[in-house]
């Protein structure tokens, strides 16, 4: 889909926010959750915590069907204006087709969340609607002025002023200019639902993706398998966010992830940019998919601006 996204509106004080949990289990973190409450409050928004979020069934924030029914509500629900998933972890591609958009659709909402989340912000893109990579709950640090850029870059893109990037220089940038839709999110995700409906079709967008905890030969077969695929044959451009916590195999790999990344892609001109602080680390800046964007990477910087606010 190329077409212009429908945009959810921007919040205002008074609005009210939907906390929900479509992934791993939220087991003692209560105290994230309330924090996060009382960021939003802060922010003069009115805030919902989903009746399931503190559940536990096994791996997960309750059953399949508890984890939808939350979901669900906030997205049927005319009163509430942004779901933000209090965490990822695993989870959500098992419910995913299980979620009708016929009442969001007449209400449109903003989706707030990383990692797992990347499956409900390919499935709203193919639905044809914006969302937010962006911090969840359980990313808040009990001094938040750690994570000042990050929050304020948050509450930047749910207001309605997405703020724009001034990437650090990176040896392995390929430079060159590029607009088109944001897509992406986390890798594993990415590659998880190629062949599915919800796989994202790149053709004349800029993918953004991120990854934490593989080796480089699992970042590898991840793109190789994307590049057979055709997942890159008419994309625009892209932006690498953090590779967190790679793992060590006992035969090395031989080369940085960025290399990596360079010769999978080396058969294609569109421009290459790294140092995108989005991800797996405390300063994990906020994107809006399906957002048009400008990217300009030059010899000594990268520009990333929205071009539709």
Same mark, same amino acid.
């Given at each position: 889909?190329?077409?212009?996204?429908?945009?959810?509106?921007?919040?205002?004080?008074?609005?009210?926010?939907?906390?929900?949990?479509?992934?791993?289990?939220?087991?003692?973190?209560?105290?994230?959750?309330?924090?996060? *409450?009382?960021?939003?409050?802060?922010?003069?928004?009115? *805030?919902?915590?989903?009746?399931?979020?503190?559940?536990?069934?096994?791996?997960?924030?309750?059953?399949?069907?508890?984890?939808?029914?939350?979901?669900?509500?906030?997205?049927?629900?005319?009163?509430?204006?942004?779901?933000?998933?209090?965490?990822?972890?695993?989870?959500?591609?098992?419910?995913?087709?299980?979620?009708?958009?016929?009442?969001?659709?007449?209400?449109?909402?903003?989706?707030?969340?990383?990692?797992?989340?990347?499956?409900?912000?390919?499935?709203?893109?193919?639905?044809?609607?914006?969302?937010?990579?962006?911090?969840?709950?359980?990313?808040?640090?009990?001094?938040?002025?750690?994570?000042?850029?990050?929050?304020?870059?948050?509450?930047?893109?749910?207001?309605?002023?997405?703020?724009?990037?001034?990437?650090?220089?990176?040896?392995?940038?390929?430079?060159?200019?590029?607009?088109?839709?944001?897509?992406?999110?986390?890798?594993?995700?990415?590659?998880?639902?190629?062949?599915?409906?919800?796989?994202?079709?790149?053709?004349?967008?800029?993918?953004?993706?991120?990854?934490?905890?593989?080796?480089?030969?699992?970042?590898?077969?991840?793109?190789?398998?994307?590049?057979?695929?055709?997942?890159?044959?008419?994309?625009?451009?892209?932006? *690498?966010?953090?590779?967190?916590?790679?793992?060590?195999?006992?035969?090395?790999?031989?080369?940085?992830?960025?290399?990596?990344?360079?010769?999978?892609?080396?058969?294609?001109?569109?421009?290459?940019?790294?140092?995108?602080?989005?991800?797996?680390?405390?300063?994990?800046?906020?994107?809006?998919?399906?957002?048009?964007?400008?990217?300009? *990477?030059?010899?000594?910087?990268?520009?990333?601006?929205?071009?539709?606010?």
């Amino acid at each position: 889909m190329t077409s212009t996204l429908i945009q959810p509106t921007y919040l205002q004080a008074g609005d009210t926010v939907a906390i929900v949990a479509p992934s791993g289990v939220l087991k003692n973190r209560e105290g994230e959750v309330q924090q996060a *409450v009382a960021l939003l409050k802060s922010w003069g928004l009115y *805030v919902v915590v989903g009746k399931h979020v503190f559940k536990q069934s096994n791996h997960f924030a309750g059953t399949d069907d508890e984890r939808c029914e939350d979901i669900q509500n906030a997205l049927d629900d005319p009163t509430i204006s942004a779901i933000w998933c209090a965490r990822g972890g695993y989870g959500t591609v098992r419910i995913l087709d299980k979620l009708d958009y016929t009442k969001f659709k007449n209400h449109p909402k903003w989706v707030i969340g990383y990692s797992d989340i990347t499956a409900l912000h390919n499935q709203l893109h193919n639905n044809g609607f914006k969302s937010i990579h962006a911090i969840m709950c359980v990313s808040l640090t009990k001094d938040l002025s750690e994570i000042a850029d990050t929050v304020e870059t948050f509450k930047a893109a749910l207001f309605g002023y997405p703020k724009d990037y001034d990437l650090d220089y990176s040896p392995y940038n390929k430079i060159g200019e590029a607009k088109g839709q944001l897509v992406g999110g986390n890798l594993t995700i990415l590659h998880t639902m190629l062949g599915s409906k919800e796989s994202l079709d790149t053709s004349n967008k800029i993918l953004f993706i991120e990854e934490i905890g593989e080796y480089k030969y699992h970042i590898d077969r991840m793109l190789q398998s994307m590049k057979r695929a055709g997942y890159f044959e008419n994309c625009k451009g892209l932006i *690498v966010g953090d590779m967190s916590r790679m793992r060590k195999n006992t035969t090395l790999w031989g080369s940085s992830v960025e290399q990596l990344i360079l010769d999978v892609l080396k058969d294609y001109d569109f421009p290459i940019t790294f140092n995108m602080p989005a991800g797996h680390e405390k300063k994990n800046l906020a994107l809006t998919l399906g957002m048009t964007v400008e990217l300009k *990477v030059e010899k000594d910087k990268t520009l990333v601006s929205f071009i539709n606010k």
